[in-house]
């Protein structure tokens, strides 16, 4: 049988679902379908027929390095060491009896940022970038992260870890890695909560190579067994309505196009299990997640009804209404497993998008269809279009796997979010505005500021903008060599002090009512070398080509990553993250499905509305780093000649902060580049200055005035 719930041993599954939420350990790789656009408004995803059904995102990419020679152990050794202690006992309890145990860096529901109680790699391993992958065996302790955290894993893994760097090449992967320093017939254990459903695959059939069994372990997480009193309570938060003149379509129409979709898949029911993807749907916002204005919840849509599982004590009265008047029934968050089953016992075909839908929903789904003599035909993966009644249902539950419609209809953003996102963008420059001209004065001055007080600050002239209600992701404020740590994080025990003499990396976000920004400006205070102005120069001339970019329609991101690095490359030199992501609006500060990466496999076309950053970066390990951010909307181009008689599409900027010139190597541009700079700039001055006064509006009008670049002239 190919189905991961009947032929991977289980332990028994408690009626009762974990109050926690469970995403894949792979962090380098998306394989995604390329996606048609719409001509419906709110836009719903359509499977081109030249793509399978079902895809497996791949994980051979990611390669990683001991990084023993250079690694700084970190603080807590001690306890590090008795919470593995702890976690190995628990491997030989009855009914457990494992060999090695992973912990990914995710929630139930494939959450990037998550709540501080689902931390479990964090508490286990000390390591708090956002991701990671840890792996413990009965006598060793491994952590995977990506080159964005390469510099954070070695100050906080101590001597109990080894470091693995993903995306560096001649080490394993963490299933390669198992294969190797366990002897044949071990049993890895897995939370299928905290693992999507193809990942869990995925990676059942990579330690199969080493004769290695996967055990899913229902009842219990084992770093929760161990974490005990001091884990942190799932949050209490009240869910709030996001209001119709920001989402642009109400609930009822967008459930009546996801509906559609159904319909035309074949399927009868679909579960919704991505944060972001059920507030936008519902046109709700939480406030479970720090930073992510979401909610804990999942949410099964049929035909004729929809069901949101949420703990009910989140729920106001006004969102009691809300849901009731578009036809949404609440249950306990704890119920989606029976749910589900009810689903497979009445004969419903459930839409699993089984990259992001955690094992443990896939397999109660799967398990439960295997219990009707009539269904043999779910026993392949393969597409198949039900015969269905009037109603959506069939003879017998058949699971449509494909990826989830809502997550392309969201990334599209229409006029009313793409207006808000405007808005909340010149709110957000104007506090940018008021924040550099502070800080320029208080270093001049002869301040000593650190790291910490400068973001906090920053939060400050933010929180007195209309509509501000928090950050979007921790601000990354690094002076000097911090700079480098690509998500790096100040803490105020270990920060530095803003250095004048060294570059200072800000990268910060915010989160309106109306929007959400991301923005990063790398600047220096006092006289900058000529190798950090030339570094800066030609991360801005990638800054500047991307943004120019024209492309045909139906390109997707990868095809533009080259733009960015192009004249990094011709010295030598690049960056070891993603061009750009996309953007939510008033939601997550990263989403998919699209993106701009060398990372080749997400093939989703950019489609005009969607939003994506544009942060090309260099950065020089313990030593500085420069990073160059705005966010871009795609748009339509009117081209004078559309060759294959399709369209060509362009960006739009939503920000508008001055690049510091100071740090520009004028003789690296070329006039393009120089009119780029100064057409920016004018635009800065004209939409920002209304919004500011006194030295704000001073140190806008000095930071945006135009560079000349002299033609050379031989003789």
């Excluded at 419906?40 to 895809?55: A, D, E, G, M, V």
């Excluded at 990259?355 to 398990?367: C, D, F, M, P």
């Excluded at 120089?674 to 700039?681: D, I, M, P």
Aim: proline letters at 5%; hydrophobic letters at 35%; aromatic letters at 10%.
């Amino acid at each position: 049988m190919d189905s991961l719930a009947a032929s991977t041993t289980m332990l028994t599954c408690s009626s009762k679902l974990h109050h926690y939420p469970p995403r894949s350990f792979r962090f380098l790789s998306f394989s995604l379908p390329i996606f048609h656009k719409l001509a419906i408004c709110p836009r719903f995803l359509k499977k081109s027929p030249n793509h399978s059904i079902f895809t497996v995102r791949s994980s051979s990419s990611i390669t990683a390095k001991p990084s023993s020679e250079f690694q700084k152990k970190g603080s807590g050794g001690q306890e590090q060491d008795n919470k593995l202690r702890a976690l190995r006992e628990i491997f030989t309890r009855p009914g457990v009896n494992i060999d090695a145990y992973i912990i990914p860096s995710q929630d139930a529901h494939q959450s990037e940022f998550i709540a501080e109680c689902y931390m479990r790699r964090v508490y286990i391993s000390g390591f708090t970038g956002s991701a990671g992958t840890a792996v413990v065996t009965k006598n060793k302790a491994a952590l995977w992260t990506d080159g964005r955290y390469f510099l954070q894993a070695e100050k906080q893994l101590n001597s109990c870890w080894d470091l693995m760097r993903a995306g560096n090449m001649g080490v394993p992967t963490p299933s390669q890695w198992l294969n190797t320093v366990l002897e044949p017939g071990c049993r890895i254990g897995i939370d299928p909560f905290l693992f999507s459903s193809d990942a869990a695959k995925e990676f059942k059939e990579d330690i199969s190579k080493g004769n290695h069994e996967l055990v899913l372990l229902y009842d219990f997480n084992l770093v929760d067994e161990i974490w005990k009193e001091s884990r942190p309570k799932p949050p209490k938060e009240p869910i709030r309505l996001h209001d119709l003149k920001y989402a642009g379509v109400d609930v009822s129409s967008k459930l009546s196009c996801l509906r559609s979709e159904l319909r035309n898949a074949g399927a009868s029911a679909i579960v919704i299990s991505m944060l972001d993807e059920i507030a936008w749907l519902l046109n709700l916002r939480g406030n479970d997640v720090q930073h992510s204005p979401v909610m804990y919840a999942y949410l099964v849509v049929e035909i004729d009804g929809a069901k949101l599982f949420v703990d009910d004590t989140k729920v106001t009265p006004e969102v009691m209404e809300h849901l009731t008047n578009a036809g949404i029934e609440l249950r306990a968050y704890e119920s989606i497993l029976s749910e589900i089953e009810s689903l497979a016992a009445k004969g419903a075909n459930l839409w699993l998008d089984t990259s992001s839908v955690n094992a443990a929903i896939a397999n109660a789904y799967e398990a439960a269809c295997y219990k009707y003599p009539w269904n043999s035909a779910t026993k392949s993966r393969k597409k198949r279009t039900a015969n269905l009644d009037s109603n959506g249902q069939s003879g017998g539950p058949c699971a449509v796997y494909r990826s989830s419609p809502v997550a392309l209809s969201k990334a599209v953003k229409n006029d009313s979010e793409l207006e808000g996102m405007r808005n909340c963008h010149l709110r957000d420059a104007a506090a940018l505005a008021q924040f550099w001209a502070w800080l320029e004065d208080e270093i001049q001055r002869g301040a000593v500021l650190t790291e910490v007080e400068v973001a906090d600050k920053l939060l400050e002239f933010r929180s007195h903008q209309d509509g501000f209600l928090d950050t979007s992701f921790d601000t990354i404020s690094g002076s000097g060599a911090n700079g480098a740590i690509i998500h790096y994080k100040p803490e105020s025990d270990s920060c530095s002090t803003v250095d004048g003499k060294k570059l200072f990396l800000l990268d910060s976000g915010g989160q309106y009512i109306d929007g959400t920004t991301d923005i990063t400006r790398t600047v220096h205070f006092g006289e900058p070398s000529a190798r950090e102005r030339e570094c800066f120069t030609r991360v801005l001339q990638g800054h500047i080509a991307l943004d120019q970019a024209v492309f045909p329609e139906n390109t997707p991101g990868f095809v533009l990553d080259a733009f960015a690095r192009s004249s990094l490359w011709k010295v030598g030199l690049d960056y070891r993250h993603g061009t750009g992501h996309g953007v939510g609006a008033a939601l997550n500060v990263h989403e998919g499905p699209h993106s701009i990466s060398f990372r080749f496999g997400n093939l989703t076309p950019l489609l005009p509305g969607m939003i994506v950053s544009n942060e090309p970066g260099y950065y020089e390990d313990h030593n500085f780093g420069i990073r160059i951010e705005n966010l871009l909307y795609v748009k339509e181009e009117d081209t004078p000649n559309r060759f294959g008689g399709i369209g060509y599409l362009g960006f739009e900027k939503l920000t508008f902060v001055p690049i510091q010139t100071k740090l520009v190597d004028i003789s690296l541009l070329s006039v393009v580049e120089v009119e780029w700079l100064n057409s920016y700039h004018l635009q800065v001055w004209e939409k920002v200055q209304p919004l500011v006064d006194g030295s704000a509006r001073q140190w806008l009008w000095n930071n945006t005035q135009p560079l000349t670049k002299l033609s050379t002239i031989s003789t």
